[in-house]
């Protein structure tokens, strides 16, 4: 089993900036890779960034030069570094692991509203 948990939502104004935490525990061995999703009132859940376990980035287009994904694979933990925050980024915020086997594993989330 792997356990997800973010941290580091909140509200913040246009132009601000934020970093997401999701701390991993359990069978991170079998993990492979890492992402933030987001999920905006009534919108479809969507990929924001991504980071393999050999350190692999992608990222959405809407996110690309304001957004950063990382790890510190000390801490068992992944962050995504957002700035130059906009309205329309407003969602929250989840955690993802892929793991081997087919396995996704999702944490609970974290609420980030941007606005003024």
């Known amino acids: 089993q792997v356990q997800l948990v973010e941290s580091g939502g909140g509200l913040v104004q246009p132009g601000g900036s934020l970093r997401l935490s999701c701390a991993i525990s359990g069978d991170i061995g079998s993990i492979y890779r890492m992402g933030w999703y987001r999920q905006a009132p009534e919108k479809q859940r969507e990929l924001v960034a991504t980071?393999?376990?050999?350190?692999?980035?992608t990222y959405a287009d809407s996110v690309k030069g304001r957004f950063t994904i990382s790890r510190d694979t000390a801490k068992n933990t992944v962050y995504l570094q957002m700035n130059s925050l906009k309205p329309e980024d407003t969602a929250v915020y989840y955690c993802n692991a892929d793991r081997v086997y087919g396995i996704t594993t999702w944490g609970k989330g974290t609420l980030v509203t941007v606005s003024s």
């Open positions: 980071i393999t376990d050999g350190g692999r980035t």
